[in-house]
């Protein structure tokens, strides 16, 4: 570790915080722009012009705007998002239901995926042009353009209704046995993967090839490293940085594409309390989720660019 | 006994964009005995580098072993499968390659890359390779062997890279080295240094060698036959006293004749006529990065306390080792990095310190030509299109009369009229270097910044390159800065020479004045270390001083002291050290800046 290397950390680290800040203005005035009163929203048909003054000043929705970010921040920041408008339930409680299962089908997904793509672009690396890698590229090429509502919906016709090996619902209240998590996760987790396998897959693969060609390599071939050597000793370490960034933004993506497969597998997680809170003008709700996903987001870039880093040789030493 | 490479009728394919196949190696057959350090000579696109590859079996992609036999040392190669050739490469035949720092791999320290092919071929422990390598590393006079195995490829010079790929051959002690230009991209005075242990180790071991080449000179110190390649077809093949002496084919007497130095400057010496300011005067010019104190002085300077003038017509050049400050000079002059202290001059007016502040006409009068002539050329125009940017920029040219023009620069520079039609990637690289000239010259310039423009060329283009330069200086009268690492290629063209160092001004004088003795001690080492077109010249020079060194960018601290100090070979303790540098004329008409006088001087560098 020296100093220049400690002084990009912290730098990048800083951006990621200034980006957040950033975001959750962004998030606030977004909100903001809304067409609708959440006291309107509330009161629904009974809504009394009395009435709706009053719960209005109770939200501070009087208030100015910067006032009311402030009174938000302050309290996101101590951990207190306020309560949900819609049934008063602490935001923080509703939040906690709800997020471990959200990580659950996350980690399970990354762990199903990025071994599998890592293999996937390295080995079409190594055998490059040939009917394999052909072959790998077009099937996951195909399945990455395919919207994943079509996925789902398919797999949920395929696996679900006609074949009836896992239930087309991944909702499941108590505790859970390993057999029931992969009866429950299977679709979910088959539907995420067929896009971010692709994606990491060919960020992989071309980040090897890219390596395959320098001269280092060709100095490797003529010392006589056999293809396994030269590819795990020497192109993969040079191959981290874009890697590490491919499977960050991939995992990053797997937070906006649960909002939809939580949705279609009817699935207990973020996505769906995020849709719901849509549905129903759950304004702190809504940024509460927003903000919790954006800093997911921002950790992830950030975690990649700080792997790239320590993978560079010339930042390292 | 049987040589220990046999290549009988090999023949190579490429495939082109098209996907046409094309012939780069007919037909080649020659053999190296044991003991004997055969060079491969040509320039590029002569196949030797392919043939190189192809002693060890391998080929770079697109291209084919199309025909014809390799036997090294009673094996086909060329029969082998791949695991087997994997066996003898790296054991028994080992590859210097030409781009040293590119050859390893930035992910891991040196030692772990230098001793792995013992290790893919377990002929010792990794301990006993690391010992070994060590060994290697003092032997191949490595600034401080024992620990420089721990750093990674970009935490080392350039020509300590390049003998840390010979160690990496040596250490499983191969039956055969093939270096592959291994001192193409170094300095004039670290190549010497190279080539020095690199004989010393061959000698040492008795090593087969294959050296591949372009250059005469610095083949004709390391070889006892030479193979004269063109087109992928062996021209000529003969012991190296035999091509160097009686040359029998007619390209083999080409390379010598573009290999020797030829005057073809304009004027010898400082022309007299004192009436007529100087097309260009640089006064004391400071430049370079980071922050600027209030004397102007950056926090890392590039250019200390430079000054010169060019008079109309004639050439100066600017010599010195990669880093001392040359292409800075033409950025400062041409306004793209705007000196921080000093001014430059044209025609006696003060031009303003950046481009952007200067006048159109100003622009006009100074122009540049870059080094890499496939960059500076845009790959999505047309030669018309290029050439005819500055016409209608600076002369408002435009239509017919355009045209007209760009078929007389075309013409100027001996390229026919149909190339205005053509793209930059249908040009050789000779062509481009005239395309970049005709561009210059487009202007109508008073001056024309030439950096490093023949370093990228091949001898034989070179020199039609440098007679180009000289006819045009004659026909229209501009002058050069001609930025060069050669010195052979400065003598050529220059009237005046100017010895740059770590951004010091070390000697100036005429182009004769620079080849008299004294001269400054850096100079000195400069021109000792070009290598001669003789036999027996590496080993008759004598080891020159102190070798390594943090040299070009060296900290700011000295001030006004020598920057040449640490590599100096008559450096005074406590003098050159600690004081400023005085000015001295000596009397051959030179200037120099050392602490030294004419007298020591003499004395010192008398044999």
Redo the contacts between chains.
């Keep these: 570790m020296n100093a220049l290397l400690v002084r990009l950390l912290v730098s990048r680290i800083a951006i990621a915080i200034l980006t957040l800040l950033f975001v959750s203005v962004a998030v606030f005035l977004g909100t903001e722009m809304l067409p609708g009163d959440v006291a309107q929203a509330v009161y629904g048909q009974n809504a009394t012009p009395d009435a709706v003054e009053g719960l209005r000043r109770a939200l501070h929705l009087d208030q100015p705007a910067y006032l009311r970010y402030l009174l938000w921040l302050g309290r996101l920041l101590t951990g207190d998002p306020g309560n949900s408008l819609v049934n008063n339930l602490p935001i923080a409680e509703l939040v906690a239901t709800r997020l471990p299962n959200s990580l659950m089908l996350a980690s399970v997904t990354i762990v199903v995926c990025v071994p599998m793509s890592l293999i996937l672009g390295i080995s079409s690396a190594i055998w490059q042009d040939s009917l394999y890698d052909r072959t790998v590229s077009l099937a996951t090429m195909s399945l990455v353009s395919v919207p994943e509502l079509v996925i789902a919906t398919l797999a949920v016709i395929m696996f679900a209704v006609n074949l009836r090996w896992f239930p087309a619902l991944s909702y499941s209240a108590g505790l859970l046995s390993l057999n029931q998590i992969f009866q429950l996760f299977a679709l979910p987790v088959f539907t995420l993967s067929c896009v971010l396998i692709a994606q990491i897959m060919r960020t992989t693969r071309a980040a090897v090839i890219d390596c395959l060609r320098s001269s280092y390599v060709e100095t490797a071939v003529l010392k006589g490293a056999r293809p396994m050597r030269i590819v795990l000793n020497h192109a993969v370490p040079n191959a981290i940085g874009p890697i590490a960034n491919a499977v960050a933004l991939s995992v990053s993506h797997l937070l906006g594409g649960a909002v939809i497969v939580e949705t279609i597998f009817n699935f207990p997680g973020l996505g769906r309390l995020l849709v719901d809170a849509v549905a129903t003008r759950d304004m702190p709700l809504i940024q509460a989720c927003v903000i919790i996903y954006c800093a997911a987001y921002l950790f992830l870039v950030a975690l990649a660019d700080i792997a790239g880093m320590l993978s560079n040789p010339r930042l390292r030493h | 006994m049987a040589p220990l490479v046999k290549v009988d009728r090999l023949c190579v394919t490429a495939r082109d964009e098209r996907g046409n196949n094309r012939a780069i190696v007919k037909d080649v057959s020659f053999e190296v005995q044991r003991g004997e350090v055969v060079a491969l000579i040509g320039e590029s696109g002569s196949g030797k580098t392919t043939i190189a590859?192809s002693l060890?079996g391998?080929t770079?992609?697109g291209i084919k072993i199309a025909g014809g036999s390799i036997t090294f040392d009673g094996q086909s190669l060329l029969d082998m499968r791949s695991?087997d050739l994997?066996?003898?490469?790296?054991?028994d035949i080992?590859?210097v390659?030409q781009?040293a720092a590119?050859?390893?791999?930035?992910?891991?320290p040196l030692l772990r890359q230098v001793i792995?092919?013992s290790q893919?071929?377990r002929v010792m422990s990794a301990a006993e390779a690391e010992a070994k390598a060590i060994a290697l590393f003092r032997e191949l006079a490595l600034p401080n062997p024992d620990h420089i195995g721990q750093?990674?490829s970009?935490?080392v010079s350039g020509g300590q890279i390049q003998r840390l790929l010979a160690a990496?051959a040596l250490v499983t002690d191969p039956k055969l080295v093939i270096f592959d230009e291994p001192t193409t991209a170094l300095d004039v005075t670290t190549q010497i240094e190279v080539l020095r242990v690199f004989k010393t180790a061959i000698k040492k071991r008795g090593t087969t060698a294959v050296y591949v080449s372009h250059d005469l000179a610095v083949v004709a110190q390391m070889a006892d036959r030479i193979i004269v390649l063109r087109d992928g077809i062996i021209r000529e093949v003969a012991s190296t006293g035999r091509i160097l002496t009686q040359p029998r084919n007619d390209y083999t007497k080409i390379l010598l004749a573009a290999a020797k130095p030829r005057v073809r400057a304009a004027t010898n010496g400082i022309r007299k006529e004192t009436s007529v300011p100087p097309v260009l005067k640089v006064m004391n010019v400071v430049a370079g990065h980071g922050a600027v104190d209030e004397r102007g002085i950056p926090a890392v300077p590039l250019l200390r306390d430079v000054g010169f003038s060019i008079k109309a017509g004639s050439t100066l050049g600017v010599i010195g080792e990669s880093g001392s400050g040359k292409s800075t000079l033409a950025r400062v002059i041409a306004g793209l990095l705007p000196a921080t202290r000093g001014e430059v001059l044209l025609n006696g007016t003060k031009l303003p310190r950046n481009a952007a502040h200067r006048t159109r006409d100003q622009l006009r009068r100074i122009q540049i030509v870059f080094q890499i002539a496939d960059t500076a050329l845009n790959p999505a125009r047309s030669i018309g299109r290029i050439l005819g940017r500055p016409l209608e920029f600076y002369n408002g040219l435009v239509g017919d009369k355009r045209r007209r023009c760009v078929a007389e620069l075309l013409d100027m520079v001996h390229l026919p009229a149909a190339v205005a039609d053509l793209f930059p990637s249908e040009l050789s690289g000779g062509q481009k270097q005239r395309v970049n000239l005709a561009r210059a010259l487009a202007a109508e310039p008073s001056l024309i910044l030439c950096d490093e423009v023949t370093s990228g060329l091949d001898t034989v283009v070179r020199a039609a390159i440098l007679d180009l330069l000289a006819k045009l200086q004659r026909d229209l009268g501009v002058a050069y800065l001609f930025i060069s690492h050669d010195l052979s290629t400065v003598k050529a063209v220059c009237d005046e020479v100017m010895v740059l160092y770590a951004g010091q001004r070390m000697e100036y004088g005429s182009r004769g004045a620079l080849h008299q003795r004294p001269r400054h001690p850096y100079s000195d080492l400069l021109i000792s270390s070009v290598p001669e077109l003789r036999q027996g010249w590496l080993d008759g020079i004598s080891e020159m001083m102190p070798k390594e060194t943090s040299a070009a960018i060296a900290g700011v601290a000295g001030g006004e002291t020598c920057r040449f100090f640490e590599r100096c070979a008559v450096r005074i303790q406590g003098r050159c050290d600690v004081e400023g540098i005085p000015v001295r004329l000596l009397s051959k008409g030179a200037e120099i800046r050392c602490q030294r006088t004419e007298q020591e001087l003499i004395e010192l560098f008398t044999p």
């Design positions: 590859l060890m391998h770079r992609s695991r994997s066996i003898v490469r790296g054991r080992a590859y390659p781009c590119a050859s390893f791999n930035p992910a891991h792995e092919s893919i071929h750093r990674y970009h935490q990496m």
